[in-house]
């Protein structure tokens, strides 16, 4: 690895020079400046963040503590909001991953983050939910991205499910449709209630609405193929299906909704339309016909995350992102 001393012994200057040249660049003549440019281009020389920070640079530098952003696709955008958020502003970021949820493994994790000495902290779900904020970090400048905490007044800024689905169901109603199915993510997520509330608010909004007919996964299940079992019971089941949309809680279970209805000769959207929610890592156009979904702010969640502290907000609030509707053809 190239070192100070090597950009120093080929640019045929002192190791101080070589030091003006990465940091005061304006103590040193032009001509000198190139000189010790050139050696580190030609060495590909990168200055080191810890050397940096312990002659106190006055770089900045975030730490997020990461639940499954780093290791899911599904909201992986949320680092690549910080990272170019961070960037932008001249900061810098890292990543530590938090592989379980277990007591050891986030005192790993915890104790990894602190010992890089960040200046501030971003703590990161790859799905909404409440999270315990770690003593150990609660004195840092801390806010939250996906996800909420009980443990101390923090900023955290997280979808607006309720206006997604809200705005999604207002979209059925105006396409004509009037006999939903609604095969929601596990009842017990945050985001499943607001997404139930913004429907009911739009769907019987209506003069005459139907009652739906609505099925909820178990307590934190995963498993989002078995989302999708009581359309398949239902088709088993009936001869003339009842349904004319298919609201799906995520855009995996639309996937497995999309197979069972064409497996069985449906048309989409001609005979049942089909929507889903997320807009998974972009692929809702990857659908036959494409998927009417809502995409979950991920990029902007890491971006306004990381603006919260390099810009010294103050607030604590829980701040609600904007859920973007992705009009495909499938409804």
Not at 148 to 169: K, M, N, R, W
Not at 226 to 253: H, S, T
Not at 274 to 279: E, F, L, P, R
Request: with cysteine; net charge neutral.
């Amino acid at each position: 690895m190239t070192s100070l001393k090597d950009v120093a012994q080929l640019a045929g200057v002192s190791l101080m020079t070589v030091s003006r040249a990465l940091n005061n660049p304006e103590k040193l003549s032009k001509k000198t400046y190139d000189v010790v440019k050139k050696a580190i281009d030609e060495l590909h020389y990168v200055p080191s963040l810890a050397a940096q920070s312990i002659r106190g640079s006055s770089a900045k530098t975030i730490g997020v503590l990461s639940f499954g952003t780093a290791t899911t696709p599904f909201s992986v955008e949320i680092l690549l909001g910080i990272e170019q958020t961070v960037r932008q502003f001249g900061w810098h970021s890292f990543v530590i991953n938090c592989i379980k949820n277990e007591k050891e493994s986030l005192k790993h994790s915890v104790d990894a983050l602190i010992a890089q000495r960040p200046d501030a902290i971003i703590i990161a779900r790859n799905g909404l939910k409440k999270v315990k904020v770690p003593k150990a970090l609660q004195h840092f400048p801390i806010v939250l991205a996906n996800c909420v905490t009980d443990d101390i007044h923090v900023a955290s800024y997280i979808p607006d499910d309720f206006q997604g689905q809200f705005e999604l169901t207002k979209l059925i109603i105006e396409q004509g449709y009037q006999q939903p199915l609604f095969l929601h993510i596990p009842h017990n997520y945050i985001a499943t209630e607001k997404r139930k509330s913004g429907f009911e608010k739009a769907w019987f909004s209506q003069e005459k609405a139907s009652e739906p007919v609505s099925f909820f996964m178990e307590t934190d299940g995963e498993d989002y193929k078995r989302g999708a079992k009581p359309l398949m019971e239902i088709l088993e089941n009936n001869e003339k299906f009842p349904f004319d949309v298919v609201i799906c809680g995520n855009d995996r279970i639309a996937f497995v909704a999309y197979q069972l209805l064409l497996s069985k000769g449906f048309r989409i959207p001609e005979d049942v339309a089909v929507v889903g929610y997320d807009n998974t890592v972009g692929m809702s156009y990857l659908f036959i016909p494409s998927l009417t979904t809502v995409e979950l702010p991920h990029y902007e969640m890491g971006k306004q995350a990381a603006l919260h502290l390099i810009e010294h907000r103050e607030n604590s609030d829980t701040h609600l992102l904007r859920c973007p509707l992705i009009i495909g053809k499938s409804c």
